[in-house]
């Protein structure tokens, strides 16, 4: 499990976000939060992997996280 982790390619984004429609193989953590309006995300993509990160703020400042 250990290699397989290794492999995985690691995203981290931070920023008020929401993980939306994960792939399938895909993993979202978010180890810790401030008091504040920001959020660190650590995406976990397996690998060859192939995708697109799009993101998003709607008229409330909130950002999306959209993959293809």
Known sequence: M???????KEVVFDG?????S???GWKAITPKKNN???EIIVLFIPPKA???IILKYNK??????FFS
Request: charged fraction near 20%.
């Open 2 to 8: 250990k290699n397989n982790l290794r492999e995985e």
């Open 16 to 20: 008020c976000m929401n993980v939306l």
């Open 22 to 24: 994960l792939p399938s």
């Open 36 to 38: 504040a309006t920001s």
């Open 50 to 52: 192939s995708y697109h």
């Open 60 to 65: 409330t400042k909130h950002c999306e996280l």
